[in-house]
């Protein structure tokens, strides 16, 4: 198992993290049990979120609803989840859209389920840390 797989199945290791690109994340968890979504969060994040892993119905597309549906993910399969974000919303929204992903690694690690939000941050411009050292 790579180390990068490893890592992304520890639910003690859960958070929000930054990478230079998706390959790698891709390429570990090919052909592991953990749900591995992508999702263009740049444009309009709730509608992106909700479409990308399946939200239902009852979704208010809200920053409370989102962390709702983050805590849940009955409907989603998988032994952890990685949301890999391309892209992400300017400003404030930035900030509270971190502090919600943030809450559910908290919430799914306390579970003992592994739950990994990667933003691709090529320029390293968030204030997140890195999920793996890159050569």
């Known amino acids: 198992m790579s180390k990068l797989l490893e890592r992304l199945r520890d639910p003690g290791r859960s958070g929000v993290y930054r990478a230079s690109g998706a390959q790698a994340i891709e390429e570990a968890t090919r052909s592991s ?3 591995v979504v992508t ?3 740049g444009a ?3 509608d992106a ?3 990308a892993l399946e939200f239902p119905d009852w979704f208010g597309a809200n920053w409370d609803a989102l962390e709702d549906c983050l805590s849940d993910l009955s409907w989603r399969r998988g032994e ?3 949301l890999i974000l391309q892209g992400h919303p300017a400003g404030d ?3 509270v859209l971190t502090d919600v992903l943030r809450a559910a690694a908290e919430y799914w690690a306390g579970r003992g389920k592994p739950f990994f939000a990667v933003f691709i941050d090529p320029e390293r411009r ?3 840390p890195d999920l793996y050292r890159e050569a």
């Open 93 to 95: 929204a930035l900030g």
């Open 49 to 51: 979120m909700a479409r």
């Open 80 to 82: 952890g989840h990685v």
């Open 33 to 35: 049990a953990l749900d």
């Open 126 to 128: 968030l204030a997140v």
């Open 44 to 46: 309009s994040v709730f």
């Open 39 to 41: 999702i263009d969060a």
